[in-house]
């Protein structure tokens, strides 16, 4: 049950805060209250606090590397695509810049057999 007393329609709540499914603004993050200062749709515990899997670049729930997230990223840096919901996870080479680079090693990851990304903290 959510923190508004209705029950959502899944019982999948990640960090245990109350609030499930794809209602949780900060999936991953403690943050029963919800507060999003900046109305960007991301939580306020999120900020900072997001990278569950380098490469997950569309952070779609399914903790995988895949095509979908090649597209998303490329989509992002060269057509004025969504932001990533965690630029963490954009990074793949945990510099803490997102660019050209990160999109070379996904490449390099997903078709050369290069090296995984570097794990979040």
Do not use: K
Not at 100 to 108: R, S
């Amino acid at each position: 049950m959510g923190p508004d007393g209705y029950q959502y329609g899944c019982a999948d709540d990640q960090d245990g805060d109350g609030v499930y499914c794809g209602c949780d603004n900060s999936e991953y993050v403690y943050n029963p209250d919800q507060t999003d200062s900046n109305w960007d749709g991301f939580g306020d515990a999120c900020v900072g606090y997001c990278c569950v899997i380098r490469g997950d670049v569309d952070h779609n729930g399914d903790t995988q590397i895949d095509i979908a997230d090649l597209v998303y990223l490329v989509d992002y840096m060269f057509n004025e695509g969504p932001t990533p919901v965690c630029l963490g996870e954009a990074d793949l080479d945990a510099n803490g810049v997102n660019d050209i680079a990160d999109l070379v090693f996904l490449v390099d990851y997903m078709f050369n057999d290069g090296p995984p990304p570097v794990a979040c903290p």
